[in-house]
Each structure stands twice: as structure tokens, then as C-alpha cells.
């Protein structure tokens, strides 16, 4: 059985920096890409990047040059800098393959002075 979990989140003052990080472990076949998404409370969860295995990467506009993606075997990360008090939600990894797509629990992020 997959497992996937966060790790990372806290509370930043603006203009700091986070990385989060996700671990799949179990069984998890072969990866084709790994996605970060952010969910604020009563909002709609939209994501913030994409690493394809390919190392094609897309980012949502608001992180562009401020957010990075990356991914070592069955960990993923989200390095993010400059962080603003609008990137306060609660961050989920999925890991996505032919035949599967496993999320972990999230981690909360806060960013406030």
C-alpha cells in the first residue's frame, strides 16, 4: 500500500522561505509526474506546480519565479521564496502514473508577521 506524506509547512513571515517536501513510500510504480497543489479553507484547491518525468514543469502564474519543483526518486519538493500572505492554504503532493494517483494529507503553510 502507498503512503504519501508532507512535511515542511509552518508559519513564515512574509518575504520568507519554505521547502516542502512528500515521500511516497510502498510500491509505488513508475511516477510520470508529480503536481503541488494549495486548498484555502472554503476555496477551491488549484495547482501550483507540475513536474512531468520528462522535466517539463508548469507553475501556476501567481509562484512563477518564486516557486520551485522538484523531485529525487519518490520525493518530491516545492521550494518556495518570497513567500506572501496570500500563499497561506494548505499544500497537497500527488504523485501521478498510468494507473494511479496518490495524495497525501497536506501540510499548512502560513505566511503572516
Known amino acids: 500500500q502507498v503512503q504519501v506524506k508532507e512535511s515542511g509547512g509552518g508559519l513564515v513571515q512574509p518575504g520568507g522561505s519554505l521547502k516542502l517536501s512528500c515521500v511516497a513510500s510502498?510500491?509505488?510504480?513508475?511516477?510520470?509526474?508529480l503536481d503541488w497543489h494549495r486548498q484555502v479553507p472554503g476555496k477551491e484547491r488549484e495547482r501550483v506546480a507540475r513536474?512531468?518525468?520528462?522535466?517539463f514543469t508548469h507553475y501556476l502564474d501567481s509562484v512563477k519565479g518564486r516557486f520551485s519543483i522538484s523531485r529525487d526518486k519518490n520525493t518530491g519538493y516545492l521550494q518556495m521564496t518570497n513567500l506572501k500572505p496570500e500563499d497561506t492554504a494548505d499544500y497537497y503532493c500527488?504523485?501521478?502514473?498510468?494507473?494511479?494517483?496518490?495524495w497525501g494529507q497536506g501540510t499548512r503553510v502560513t505566511v503572516s508577521s
Open positions: 500527488n504523485f501521478g502514473g498510468l494507473d494511479f494517483d496518490y
Open positions: 510502498g510500491n509505488i510504480g513508475r511516477i510520470l509526474v
Open positions: 513536474l512531468g518525468n520528462d522535466g
